[in-house]
Each structure stands twice: as structure tokens, then as C-alpha cells.
């Protein structure tokens, strides 16, 4: 597999899926193919013919047939007869907005490099990644255009990103640069999105397209839980285990656009990038602006493979080395367990018995800092509140690392209260535009990270404690969005940089601690799950996935999450019932059996547990460590989905890398009076190998389980009484290769 070049075109082949385009005649790039692998051919004339349309502008006068709105483009300008949305626009320094970026050369590089300011893809494996880069250019404005492929063959991806650079001597504005166009030959797809809200983030929503712009896209100045950068083309009859399917996604934290356009020819525009809403960047004589990557990927095995690929790709490519295999601790963290009251006793007394439990790191949620017991005040007073820890935040540690515990903290760096010696040190570091009332959330403010002093700032407190307290983890939180952006940093005609600035101060702190303390395990949160992004995952190898701990809402949360991002990713905690979010009171193997299915962790007040509890507490963390390779690393495969049909059920498998191991688990969310008879049918096993599966008498062959399925009994024996609710219950089926 690899990128061919002949005659102005460029094939990108990977595994299974070729990328094409070429040069067009008007001298920039038009979009040829994308799809299932086809062989290298010199021309493809069956995908490069025109006809004339009418009432349409074209190219020249004699080239009548060159009607640039009938034509696939692959980074498209506005203004010379494309009437369809631009993948960017530069205005020039006399207010005009044409561009016509004409090809010029191209490099092929072997290889992924990082990108410098921003979170990207890498091949430090030397996985055959091939990186195409392809260098345009405006003529009246000298702008030059680097369009950056990069191919990771294996995983079936593609990364895009652009690169501006002004060669000319006047300003230009960017007032739009996308990460990433595709321009598909018809329309004949659904959009699965993943949108939600704060606690039950990325449901899966599958519409199909219609014709003109349907966008999701964010103005939070992060990802948001509202909507999801990742989603899918699918072809209609596409299900989880065949069809066609492209998955797109990108590197990126801030505000996002996720566009598809259909036109008047049912073709259909794919945009994606920094949301143009709220950006434009002004573009000096000499300076560079580099777009994040958008990510490519194509499948035609259906979207467990696609999640898969994309998955694996980013546990090879975007995660950082050392952590992307690595198991990740069983954690118990406080904050549904005590939230701000607690003090040194009470938080030695759960480490002690959390780790009787099994548990391997405890984290210390908010409330630990300044005067802080409760959310109205010491946001950016990151020093220890000495009524709570008297003894200072490094002789807790002490005490947790003697339990033969790891220990982490949690921080929420962007933000400031009004009630903090911060403020009261450094008001001109809050965000705010001038003359206006500053929107409070959750009675807090935003620090403008912007600015290299408050960088600065935030890097030493931390960094300061990371060495006294050998802290081993660190919980990253974010909780309100940016309001009244404006910087006095930036001149007036550079507002418009602010919210990406933002993003890339975020990233410059966390791309300075995890340079400089390697060993320290980052975990991002916004709230739970509102910066669940990739640009997060190659700082923060996991996310809390929400704050919404409630089972049943966990299980659809972490089923539309599995479309875009692999397991590994997600935090996921047992916490008490009544679940503090819903009200709901589930058994505690149900949230186990949801929990399992990521990084596993418990948050609630271990000491208050019951000896039964407890009890149960402790085999299912004996449980997880002797499969926790399975849970966080095996191949994902969605079963039943709980946003379909009555949405009562929902299942999932992991299967080993060697298909000798699987674990599978239905939920079934309320129970049925005289059921229908229900099979649970298993994927990715080996079909000739037998199974033990647990619970089950006789082993089972692999294609007997993948096509008859297991028998799931559900009928309650109410004859003999019941005793306690058969709602929110969960089976979980541990599958073990036997050898005759
Ligand atoms: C929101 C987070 O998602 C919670 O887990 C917790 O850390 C609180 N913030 C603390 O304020």
C-alpha cells in the first residue's frame, strides 16, 4: 500500500480503501474517488468526464463543459462558480475574496511527524505511515497552501490537514480554513451524530440526508456535550456488522463545524474543521496558520469495523506510547462519595478501604484547595485548604503511596472564582470584553489562557505539585464555557484569533506537563464528557465520560460512544444508589457490568458500604484486573442497540487480539412480563474453535455462538415469589477458547 503519483494524480491507497484526486484542468484539485480499494491506474476517465450544464458559470469562455459547481472539488474556494460552501476563504488586504490556489509540487515523506502546536497523529511505530504533502498557491495574494495527507494503511485512515503560509508582503485575513473537504458522488447516506447534553451525552442519532446544509457543530469554545466532533456517513441498509460507511472525525478541542451540504445534483459535500463562526486569523507577511487534522476513514464491513479501525488507529497513532497500552489503574475518587466535605481522616479512612477492596489509585476531587467548600469560591488558589489537610497535600500522599496506592488530584486549571486571591491579584486575567457585564457559570469564570503569564501561572502551581505530592494522576476538569470572548492580548483586528488561541494555550499547558512529568496519567473532564475529543486523548489518554453515573444512562452514554472512540478512552465509575443524577437505584453488579466495559473506577464512600457490598466490591475489582487487558484493549463490538427498537436492550463484546477470550454482557433495562425468546448472537470469534462460556453446562463451537446465539432466560418464576425488582439487569458471559 502507498500513495502513486502520475500525471497531476494522487492515488492513496491503504489496505482496503483507495483516496484519489488530481489535478484539474483550472489547476486546483478535484476530488476523484473515495471508496473501497481499486487498482492504480495512470487515468481514470470514468471519473474525471464533464458535461455542460446549463445556467451554470464556467472556468473560460472556451471551456464551456469546466463548471466548477459540477465538478468534485477537494479544497474548494468561493466566488468562481462553486455557489457550495468553501472549505476556507482569505480576504486580501484590498477586501477582496477570491482565491485560486493552483498547484505547484508535492512531497511524499515516509512517516507521520507531530505537529508543533497542536495535538496530531504520529508513527512512532513505523506502521508504513506515508504522509503526501501537496503545495498550492494563490498568485495575487501569495498565500501558499500545504494540503497535508498522511496514510495509516492498516487502519484503513486518512488525516488531512492544511497549512497557510503568507509569502506576500500585505496581511491577509483567513476567515475560514477547514480542516478537511470530501465531495462524494450522491447523497444516498444517514448522518449518525452523537449529540446530547450535560449527563447524557453522545446518544446516537441516525438521520438520512436530505438535500441542503445539515451541520452539528460547536460555539462552547470546547467539543461539548452537546454535540460530538466524530460522526458517520452510512449507506442506509448499513448496520453494525455490514454496509458501507465513512467515519470522519478531528484532532480538535475548540469550537467545531461538522457540515454536509446535498446539492442540486445529489452530490454531497463533507466539511470539517475549526467552526468559521467566531475565527478569523490574521495572517501577517511571513506567518504560517495550521489547521487540526481531520480524520478519514472508510470502511465497507460495517461500523464495528469502522469503530474499530478508527479506534486502533488512535491507540497506535494519537495516544501517547506509553500510556496507549498500558493498564490503566482501578481508581476510587471521592467526589459522589464526600463531594466537599471531607477532611484527611475521612479520605485516609476510604484509601484504606478501598484498597482492601482491591483498588490500585485514589483521587482526590475538588474541594482540596483555598477556602473551598463549595463551588462559589477559590478557583486558581491552588494551594492546600489547611482546615481540611492540615498536614499539607505531600503528607497525604505520603500516607496513600505507604498503602501501597497510587494518588492523584484533581484540578480545574482554566478557571477562576471572583472570590480567590487570584482575582484579587490578577482581575485582568479573567475573560471578559470591555464595558460588558462578565456571564457567570457555576459561579465561575474563565481564565484567558491566552495570555503566556496565565500559562506560566498554571504551569508552576502544578508542576510544584506534581514534585511535592509525587502526584501520579491528574483529573483535568472544565466546567462552564466561555463567555464574552475578548482579550486584551490580541489588537482589535485579532478578536476573532480568540477562541483558538484559547485552545492552543489549553494545549500548551498540558503539552508542557506531560513533556515534563512522563509518569503522571492525565484524565480530561469537562463536566464529564463536554471536551471528549481527540485533541484531549493525545494529552489525556482518558476522559470522564459524563457525570452522569446512573447505569442504565451510562450504558446508552458509553454505546454511542463506542462509535467514535475506543474503550480504553472511557472513564466509568460504580457509584451509590440512589444514583445522585437520576434517582434511579440499580443493582451494584448491573453497574459493575456497565463500568467494566472501560476504565474501571468506583465513586462513592467505600466505608459506608455494606459488608455485602463490599464483599461484591471486591470481586468484581478481582474480576476486572484478571480480565483487564480484555476490557480496555480487546476488540469492541456493539450488539444490541439500546437506541433502536424499544429501546429496552442494549449489549456489547470484547474479544482478545487471539479470539480465544471474549466477555459479553446484556442489559435489559426494564423487565417484560412473559417475554419473547431472546438470543444474544456473538461476533469476532474464531467459528471452528469451542468456548466455555460461563454459566453454560457444555462448551460452545465460535460459529454456533455467532449465528445461533446463547439463549438469554428472562422468564421470572414468580410462583416461587419475588424478592427483589428484575429491572436493570445485566448478564455477563465470560468466554474461554478450550482445546481438545
Ligand atoms: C465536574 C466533574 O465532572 C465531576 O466529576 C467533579 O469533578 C466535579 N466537576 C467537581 O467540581
Not at 482 to 510: C, K, M, N
Not at 626 to 648: A, K, M, S, V
Request: glycine share 6%; net charge negative; aromatic share 12%.
Amino acid at each position: 500500500m502507498a500513495i502513486f503519483t502520475q500525471q497531476d494524480q494522487f492515488h492513496l491507497q491503504m489496505d482496503h480503501s483507495s483516496y484519489l484526486f488530481h489535478v484539474m484542468a483550472n489547476g486546483e484539485l478535484g476530488q476523484l474517488y473515495y471508496g473501497p480499494l481499486i487498482h492504480n491506474q495512470a487515468q481514470y476517465p470514468e471519473l474525471t468526464h464533464r458535461e455542460i450544464h446549463g445556467a451554470m458559470p464556467a472556468w473560460k469562455l472556451d471551456t464551456p463543459d469546466f463548471q466548477p459547481e459540477a465538478l468534485k472539488q477537494e479544497y474548494a474556494s468561493f466566488g468562481k462558480g462553486d455557489f457550495r460552501d468553501p472549505a476556507y476563504q482569505i480576504t486580501a488586504s484590498d477586501g477582496s475574496r477570491i482565491s485560486e490556489l493552483q498547484y505547484q509540487s508535492y512531497r511524499i515523506e515516509n512517516g507521520k511527524q507531530r505537529l508543533a502546536n497542536l495535538p496530531s497523529t504520529f508513527d512512532d511505530s513505523q506502521d508504513d505511515a506515508q504522509t503526501l504533502v501537496v503545495t498550492l498557491k494563490d498568485a495575487v495574494t501569495q498565500v501558499t497552501v500545504e494540503l497535508n495527507y498522511t496514510i495509516f494503511p492498516h487502519q484503513d485512515v486518512l488525516v488531512r490537514s492544511a497549512t497557510f503560509s503568507n509569502q506576500g508582503e500585505q496581511t491577509v485575513t483567513l476567515n475560514r480554513a477547514l480542516s478537511g473537504q470530501l465531495d462524494l458522488p450522491d447523497a444516498d447516506y444517514d448522518f449518525l451524530q452523537f449529540s446530547g447534553s450535560w449527563a447524557r451525552e453522545r446518544h446516537a442519532i441516525r438521520t438520512p440526508l436530505r438535500r441542503g446544509i445539515q451541520s452539528i457543530g460547536s460555539l462552547r469554545s470546547a467539543s461539548s456535550h452537546q454535540e460530538d466532533p466524530g460522526f458517520i456517513l452510512a449507506r442506509p441498509q448499513t448496520n453494525d456488522d455490514q454496509g458501507s460507511a465513512y467515519g470522519f472525525n478531528l484532532v480538535y478541542s475548540g469550537n467545531f463545524l461538522d457540515q454536509i451540504e446535498v446539492d442540486q445534483f445529489d452530490t454531497t459535500r463533507v466539511l470539517l474543521g475549526i467552526n468559521p463562526t467566531e475565527f478569523g486569523w490574521q495572517l501577517t507577511a511571513g506567518a504560517q496558520f495550521q489547521t487540526p487534522e481531520a480524520i478519514l476513514s472508510y470502511s465497507d464491513a460495517g461500523l464495528n469495523q469502522l469503530s474499530q479501525q478508527m479506534g486502533a488507529c488512535y491507540q497506535h497513532h494519537l495516544v501517547n506510547p506509553q500510556y496507549a497500552q498500558k493498564p490503566r489503574p482501578i481508581l476510587i475518587n471521592n467526589w459522589e462519595g464526600t463531594y466537599f466535605d471531607f477532611n484527611e481522616t475521612k479520605l485516609i479512612a476510604m484509601a484504606r478501604q478501598a484498597k482492601d477492596l482491591g483498588i490500585e489509585l485514589f483521587v482526590l476531587d475538588d474541594g482540596w484547595f483555598g477556602k473551598r467548600n463549595d463551588d462559589t469560591t477559590s478557583l486558581g488558589d491552588w494551594d492546600v485548604n489547611p482546615q481540611k489537610l492540615p498536614q499539607g497535600m505531600a503528607h497525604l500522599a505520603q500516607q496513600i503511596h505507604d498503602l501501597g496506592m497510587q494518588f492523584g488530584l484533581w484540578y480545574e486549571p482554566e478557571m477562576i472564582s471572583l472570590a480567590s486571591q487570584l482575582y484579587r491579584d490578577h482581575p485582568d486575567w479573567v475573560i471578559k470584553t470591555p464595558q460588558r457585564q462578565m456571564t457567570p457559570g457555576r459561579n465561575q469564570f474563565v481564565l484567558d489562557m491566552t495570555n503566556p503569564d496565565v500559562v506560566d501561572f498554571l504551569y508552576a502551581k502544578m508542576s510544584a505539585m506534581i514534585d511535592d505530592a509525587h502526584l501520579d494522576y491528574i483529573k483535568w476538569d472544565m466546567n462552564r464555557n466561555i463567555t464574552e470572548a475578548y482579550s486584551p492580548t490580541l489588537s482589535a483586528d485579532q478578536q476573532l484569533e480568540f477562541s483558538h488561541r484559547y485552545i492552543l494555550g489549553v494545549y500548551q499547558l498540558y503539552a508542557r506537563l506531560t513533556h515534563d512529568f512522563p509518569q503522571v496519567l492525565f484524565e480530561s473532564c469537562a463536566s464529564g464528557g463536554g471536551r471528549f475529543d481527540l485533541g484531549m486523548m493525545y494529552y489525556a489518554p482518558q476522559a470522564w465520560t459524563s457525570d452522569d453515573t446512573d447505569a442504565i444512562e451510562r450504558l446508552r452514554i458509553q454505546f454511542g460512544t463506542s462509535y467514535a472512540y475506543p474503550q480504553a478512552m472511557m472513564g466509568a465509575h460504580v457509584s451509590a444508589v440512589p444514583n445522585d443524577q437520576t434517582g434511579r437505584i440499580t443493582p451494584i453488579e448491573t453497574r459493575a457490568a456497565v463500568a467494566y466495559f472501560g476504565d474501571l473506577g468506583y465513586e462513592l464512600d467505600v466505608t459506608r458500604c455494606s459488608a455485602a457490598e463490599k464483599a461484591q466490591i471486591k470481586r468484581q475489582v478481582a474480576f476486572y484486573k484478571h480480565h483487564r487487558e480484555l476490557f480496555q484493549q480487546g476488540t469492541f463490538y456493539r450488539l444490541d442497540n439500546p437506541f433502536t427498537g424499544d429501546r429496552n436492550v442494549g449489549s456489547w463484546l470484547v474479544v482478545s487480539a487471539d479470539k480465544r477470550h471474549a466477555i459479553a454482557a446484556r442489559y435489559q433495562i426494564l423487565n417484560q412480563p412473559n417475554p419473547r425468546y431472546s438470543q444474544l448472537k456473538l461476533r469476532g470469534l474464531l467459528p471452528s474453535q469451542r468456548y466455555v462460556v460461563s454459566g453454560r453446562q457444555q462448551p460452545l463451537y465460535g460459529d454456533e455462538l455467532m449465528h445461533a446465539g446463547v439463549f438469554i432466560p428472562s422468564l421470572l418464576q414468580t410462583t416461587m415469589g419475588v424478592e427483589e425488582s428484575a429491572d436493570f439487569s445485566a448478564q455477563v458471559l465470560v468466554l474461554d477458547a478450550v482445546d481438545d
